[in-house]
């Protein structure tokens, strides 16, 4: 499972919360806004509903942990008062590695035939 190519720290901060790893898989396709993020992460979740509140106590975590950093958010080249969190290079990192770990767990409940269907791409 553990490739020798994975950052070392980030394997020392797995497994990830579910919640956790939603955020960050949420914004492996780019920064995004409270709102946004929400949304996104709802919707990649099959109707998980994230507290708002809850969302910026896992973001200010996730900063800490240098897993997300904030960045401006900016609309038609003016800077815009929202907040915009973006993967930061551990971040990614992290979440490569427990992708990888989650797709190692998910094969071997496959072949033990726990898993009912075969997921098909949105």
Do not use: C, W
């Not at 998980?48 to 960045?71: C, G, T």
């Not at 490569?96 to 009912?116: F, G, M, P, Y």
């Amino acid at each position: 499972m553990g490739s020798s190519s994975q950052d070392p720290r980030a394997v020392a901060l797995l497994p990830l919360q579910p919640r956790d790893y939603l955020i960050l898989l949420a914004l492996s396709d780019g920064p995004l806004h409270g709102h946004g993020l929400l949304k996104a992460v709802e919707a990649e979740a099959g109707g998980v509903i994230f507290d708002p509140a809850n969302l910026y106590r896992l973001l200010r975590k996730l900063e800490r942990d240098d897993l997300v950093s904030e960045v401006r958010a900016s609309r038609r080249g003016v800077a815009a008062r929202r907040r915009a969190y973006a993967l930061t290079t551990l971040g990614r990192s992290v979440l490569v590695a427990e992708s990888d770990r989650l797709a190692h767990l998910t094969e071997a409940a496959r072949k033990r035939k726990l898993v009912s269907h075969k997921l098909v791409a949105r």
